[in-house]
């Protein structure tokens, strides 16, 4: 946030791994953004078809936070019955939509979640996420969550974390609860 000569400058966080917490990672730094009367946009990549607690919990932060679900749904698991095309579709109308809130100005924080997810199975290309990126102003954050991120991604970032799966509970027939896991 602070260049070392002391002027102030955005950051691209880059959340990925094979653990979970990507996304509460993102979801915590809005909150502490909205501590401070940010306006934050944030567009779920994939995620779409489920309902999960987060979407009732970042209704509470509005109206500094804008939530977009722009996803058809997990890609290939579980309930998916869409075509490939479905989905890339989708992934591309939320690469615009970040395109379109990013140039607005409006935003401090642009949080795009799961889009990791949305490169590594090739719902939107390399370049296509450059250019995105090349249109964020140099006073604007932008976290981006999922797993898999790319290497060019990595390298560009600012700051990346990794989570790491030490242990899960459903390794342990656990299954996932609610306000806990969704």
Known sequence: MVEKNGTSRGLMIVYTGDGKGKTTAALGMCVR??????????????????????????KRLEPNLE????????????????ELKVHQEAARKGLALAREKIESGLFQLVI????????????????????????????????????????????????????????????EGIQAQKGIDW
């Open 33 to 58: 953004a909205v501590g401070y009367n940010w306006k934050i946009c944030l567009i779920q990549f994939v995620k779409g078809s489920w309902k999960y607690g987060e979407l009732k919990g970042v």
């Open 67 to 82: 939530l977009h679900v722009v996803g058809e749904g997990f890609v290939g698991i579980l309930d998916d019955n869409k």
């Open 112 to 171: 795009l979640d799961e889009l990791n997810v949305a490169l590594k199975l090739g719902l939107v290309g390399k370049e296509e996420v450059q250019e995105l990126l090349a249109a964020c102003s140099a006073d604007q954050h932008l976290v981006i969550t999922g797993r898999d991120a790319p290497d060019w991604l990595i390298d560009q970032a600012d700051l990346v974390t990794s989570m790491t799966e030490i242990k899960h509970p459903f390794r």
